[in-house]
């Protein structure tokens, strides 16, 4: 009988044999074991292919792009070769907890009408200091006394994660998938169309199911930073007038609020700390 998974693992990488292989045994590990994991290489130029060839898991799907094309554009290729009705990701430079795909799993048989489920995740951010030195300033579980609901969405006071999230792949699709003009913030502009759709088909969970590790070269800041705010206002513009965004404080961007500047703010006190 020819294999069935009940959920689909969408891995997208790109020069990242250095950290990929540890992703790749975080999904191995799942007590859950009926799964696929679709590796698909955005055209790397390192020995991604060859470390893949070390795991002679079945369940294991590797697929290289002719061409880079970014994050996006790799889920929605993972998204067309899927045999899942449940789709999960996982960056290969992050780790879910053993029970990630178990616990995605049993959430949507309780909860059958939803179409997005997503969980806490433990937000580690290191700073890389001028003088190549790091500095780690964050390492905490989220706030478990933020509950999702619509308001928190659209005014970016939650951000839900690709690595935490579990959607069924109909309702991506319906929306149209990932935007692949989109190269940050990606995941959140994603999670707002599928709000539009499907006001009532999120669940969040409160419960802590990855580690999401993130480095920023203050070296680089001012270029990093300007990217992340010319993202967002692409988001913007594109929901502008939207009753949602009303009362929104994140655009334009402004110290103090839950804009990028509103990150960098923040980062830079903490840095000095």
């Not at 540890?22 to 020995?47: C, G, H, M, T």
């Not at 992050?94 to 949507?108: C, G, H, I, K, Q």
């Not at 179409?115 to 964050?138: D, P, S, W």
């Not at 994660?161 to 940050?184: I, P, R, Y």
Request: glycine share 4%; hydrophobic share 35%; aromatic share 14%.
């Amino acid at each position: 009988m020819k294999y069935k998974p009940e959920i689909s693992v969408i891995m997208p990488t790109y020069n990242r044999v250095y950290i990929l292989w540890r992703a790749i045994q975080s999904v191995l590990k799942q007590s859950y074991p009926f799964f696929e994991l679709l590796i698909v290489d955005d055209n790397s130029k390192d020995e991604t292919e060859k470390l893949v060839q070390q795991f002679s898991d079945p369940r294991i799907r590797y697929f290289k792009l002719s061409r880079n094309k970014g994050a996006s554009a790799a889920r929605n290729f993972g998204l067309k070769k899927s045999k899942a009705e449940l789709i999960a990701y996982l960056d290969s430079d992050n780790v879910w907890y053993p029970d990630f795909l178990e616990v995605m799993v049993n959430a949507f048989k309780k909860h059958k009408d939803k179409v997005l489920i997503f969980a806490k995740k433990n937000y580690r951010l290191t700073l890389v200091e001028r003088n190549g030195k790091e500095k780690r300033i964050r390492d905490e579980f989220s706030n478990s006394k933020k509950f999702f609901d619509l308001k928190r969405l659209w005014h970016r006071r939650i951000l839900i994660d690709t690595n935490s999230m579990c959607h069924k792949k109909k309702a991506v699709l319906a929306v149209g998938a990932w935007d692949e003009k989109q190269k940050f913030w990606e995941d959140w502009e994603l999670t707002l169309r599928l709000s539009k759709k499907y006001p009532k088909g999120f669940l969040f969970l409160n419960r802590t199911l990855f580690d999401y590790e993130q480095k920023i070269d203050l070296s680089r800041a001012d270029k990093i930073f300007k990217f992340w705010e010319k993202e967002e206002a692409k988001i913007f513009k594109k929901f502008k007038g939207d009753p949602l965004l009303e009362g929104q404080t994140w655009f334009p961007p402004q110290k103090g609020n839950k804009s990028t500047l509103g990150v960098v703010d923040y980062l830079r006190k903490k840095h000095n700390n």
